[in-house]
C-alpha cells in the first residue's frame, strides 16, 4: 500500500465523527425517501440499541474493533432516520395544515426577513397559534409569509410576533422551465405552505428577544457609515453586499455578471466571508506563538470575531453554518492534541443535522459542505504538485490550487442543480477573491477611519477603485464567449461523476492502476448517457404555458427546435426575455423569434420548425393546441389535445360545451376575469375534463411524441 494510502486511512482513524455522522446522514436521506413509517423506525432503534449497548459494554480485543465501529455507525443510521422522522413538521399533529384553507386569526413568530421591496415584506414566520371556533389552539410548522406593507409604519423584523388574519394554503405553484422552484426551495427548509396579508390584516403584537438583537443597533450604525462613508452607490452596493449580506442594492447586471463569471459565492456571506476574517485574525496574531496561553487567548478571540460577525450579519443560515464550522476548527486548535479538519467537518455536520435535519437538503449546505471537504482533501495534493519560488506566483498558485479543490466536490452537484458550469471560473476568481478579501479588510478599515480628515477621503478612494475592479472583471468574464454553457446533468450522471473525481484521485494519490480503467469506464458512461438522451430530446415535443398572471406566453418545443408565442403587447418585455431565456438554457437550445399575434391567431397558415400555426391553431406531428380568444370563430371547432382560453372577457355557455368536447385539457391563461375561470372550472370538474388555471397554479407543460 502506498505512502498516500496509509496516510489517508490513518486521517480516517483520528477522524471518528466521519462515522457518525455520515450514517446518520444517511438515515435522514432513508426517512426523506418515505420507505420508513415513524412506528417502524421507532421499534427498529429501540431493537438495534440493545445489541449496540451491549457491544460497547463488553470488553472487544483489538482485532475484532470493526465490530464495534459497525454497530455504532449502525445504530447512527437507525436513529437518523427516527430524528428525520421525529422532526418532519407535517407528521406532527398540531400542525398549521390541519386547519385547511379557511381564514384564521393566527400568531405568527417572524424568524428571518428575505426581503422588502416597495409594496410587500417577505418573511419566514414560525406558527404559534390559532383561533379555531373562537378557541385558541397551539400550532406548529413553519411558513412563507408574505405582508403587504403599511405607509408610516415600521416593517416587521426579525424576532416580532404577529397577530395575521388571512388563509394558509399549500406552496403548490408550477415554475417555469428552468425558473426558480419556490415550491422545492422551501420544502428544502422545512416550509410547505405560504400565506398573504394585506395592509390591514396583520399588526406587530410583540417582540421576542434574540442574541442578534445585540448587535442590530451597531448593524443600523454600519449601513449609515456607509451612506455616508461617499462610496459611488454600485460599490457601496458592492460593499453592503459584501460585509453585511444585503443585496437589495444590486443592480441585476452585477448579479448576473458574478453568476456567470463562477464568483457568486462572493456575494452570498457566508463561509468566504466567515474565512476571511478566520485567516486575517490568524495572520495578525501569529507573532503571539503556539503556547497553550497564547492559542487559548487567540481561539477566545477569533470566536468572539466569528460569532460578532455573524450577530452583525444578522446570523442567517449560510452565516451560522460557516461560523459553527469555523468555531470548531477553532476550538480543536485550541487544544494540545493533534486535530484532523476532516473530523471538524463532520462534527460541525452532525451538529447542524441535529439541529436541523431539513438541512440536509439545502443547496446552501450541500455546496458549503462539499467545498470545505473538496479543500481538506485536495487542496494539499494539488498545492505540493508545483511549488514557484516567486512569491507572488505562489500566492496565484494557492488561490488557483483553493478553487480547483472546491470545484472538485461541488462541480458535479452544481451542473445537477443549475444546468450550467462558469467555464472562467478559474482566472475570475484569482482576481475577485483576492480583491473581495481586500475589500473586505478595506470596508472594515473605512467603518473606522472614514471620519478622519485624509485617511478616510483616502480609503474611500481606494476602496472604490478596487470595487470597481471587482465590477469590471466580473463583467469581463461573464462576457466572453462559452462564460455559461448550458450542461444538462441527471443524478445518475452526478453519480457518475462524482465516481470519477474520487478515482482520479485515487489514482494520483494512492498510484492504484485500476482506478484509470474504471475512470474511463466511467466517462464512456457519461457521454452514453448524454448521447442517449440527446436521441429522446429529438423525438419529444413539450408544449408550455409560462407562468403570468397578467398575459399569455406560450412555447413548443420540437426536437432540437423551440418556439415561443407572445402576445404583441408583451413582445419587447425584459420579463418575456428573460422568460424565454431561462426555458432555452434548461433544454441547451437557441430559441428562434418569437412569434406574435398574427402568425397564431391571423388567417395565413405558416411551416417554420415542424408546426404548422395558423388561424388560433398550433400543431405539431405530437401535439395539436387550439387557441381561443373573443376574436375566434366558436363555429369552426377542431379536436385538438390542448385548449388554450385567453384574452377573454366572457363566454357562453353553447360554445363552452363546443370548445370543451373538442379538447383533451383545458387551459385558463393569465388575465382572465375570476368569474370566467371559475365557472370554467367549475363547467370541467362537473364534466371530468382536466383544468389548469395559469393565475392560480402556475405554469403548464404537455408533453408528447413525434410521430
Known sequence: MSPAAINFFSV??????????LPFAMGIAVERSGWFPLWSALTLLVVTSIPVVAILLRRTVFERRWVRGVAVSSWFLVFGICWGALRDPLSRPTHVAVDGAAM???????????????????????????????????????????????????DPVAGDELVVRSVVEPITRVPDPGGFDRRSWAASRGMYHETFAGPEQWAVIGHAWRWTDL????????????????????????????????????DHDQRDAFVRSGTIHVLAVSGTHVGFIYVMLLFMTKWWGHTARARRIRGVLILLALWGYAGLTGACPSVLRATIMFSLFTIAGMTERQNEALNSLFAAALLLLVWEPHMLVEIGFQLSFLAVLGIILFYKPLFRAWMPHNAIVGHLWSLAALSLAAQAFTTPLSLYLFNAFP??????????????????????????????????????????????????????????????????????????????????????????????????????FILAGWGYRAHQAHECVTFTVY?????????????????????????????????????????????????????????????????????????????????????????????????????????????LEELTGSSGYIVLAGGLPWKLRAHVRKWCVQHDIPCHDVTEQGAFQLEGLRS
Open 12 to 21: 480516517l482513524a483520528r477522524a471518528p465523527m466521519v462515522r457518525l455522522a
Open 423 to 524: 467555464t472562467w471560473f478559474l482566472p475570475a476568481n484569482l482576481i475577485v477573491v483576492t480583491a473581495a478579501g481586500i475589500a473586505v479588510y478595506g470596508a472594515v478599515a473605512l467603518l473606522v477611519l472614514f471620519r478622519i480628515p485624509f485617511l478616510g477621503p483616502f480609503v474611500v478612494l481606494l476602496l472604490t477603485v478596487l470595487l470597481r475592479i471587482v465590477d469590471v472583471v466580473t463583467g469581463f468574464f461573464a462576457g466572453l464567449p462559452m462564460a455559461y454553457p448550458s450542461i444538462r446533468t441527471t443524478l445518475w450522471d452526478s453519480v457518475l461523476l462524482y465516481a470519477l473525481v474520487l478515482l482520479v484521485a485515487v489514482g494520483l494519490l494512492w498510484r492504484w492502476r485500476p482506478a484509470w480503467r474504471y475512470s474511463a469506464l466511467a466517462v464512456l
Open 104 to 154: 384564521e386569526e393566527r400568531v405568527l413568530h417572524i424568524t428571518a426577513i428575505n426581503g422588502i421591496s416597495e409594496k410587500v415584506v417577505r418573511a419566514d414566520a414560525r406558527v404559534v397559534s390559532a383561533m379555531v371556533d373562537g378557541e385558541i389552539r397551539p400550532r406548529t410548522g413553519t411558513i412563507m409569509l408574505t405582508l403587504m406593507r403599511r405607509e408610516g409604519a415600521a
Open 547 to 655: 407562468d403570468d398572471r397578467h398575459a399569455l406566453q406560450a412555447a413548443m418545443r420540437v426536437g432540437r427546435e423551440l418556439m415561443v408565442y407572445a402576445p404583441d403587447t408583451t413582445q419587447g418585455s425584459e420579463w418575456v426575455r428573460m422568460k424565454v431565456d431561462r426555458h432555452a438554457r434548461a433544454l441547451g437550445l437557441t430559441p428562434r423569434a418569437l412569434l406574435g399575434d398574427d402568425a397564431i391567431l391571423g388567417s395565413g397558415v405558416r411551416t417554420e420548425a415542424g408546426t404548422l400555426f395558423g388561424g388560433g391553431l398550433w400543431s405539431t406531428s405530437g401535439l395539436d393546441v387550439r387557441f381561443h380568444t373573443s376574436n375566434s370563430e366558436a363555429s369552426v371547432i377542431i379536436p385538438s389535445d390542448v385548449l388554450v382560453l385567453h384574452d377573454l372577457r366572457y363566454i357562453e355557455q353553447e360554445d
Open 215 to 250: 448587535f442590530e443597533p451597531t448593524r443600523q450604525r454600519v449601513s449609515n457609515w456607509l451612506a455616508e462613508s461617499g462610496l459611488p452607490d454600485r460599490e457601496r452596493a458592492l460593499v453592503k453586499a459584501l460585509v453585511l449580506g444585503l443585496r437589495d442594492e444590486l
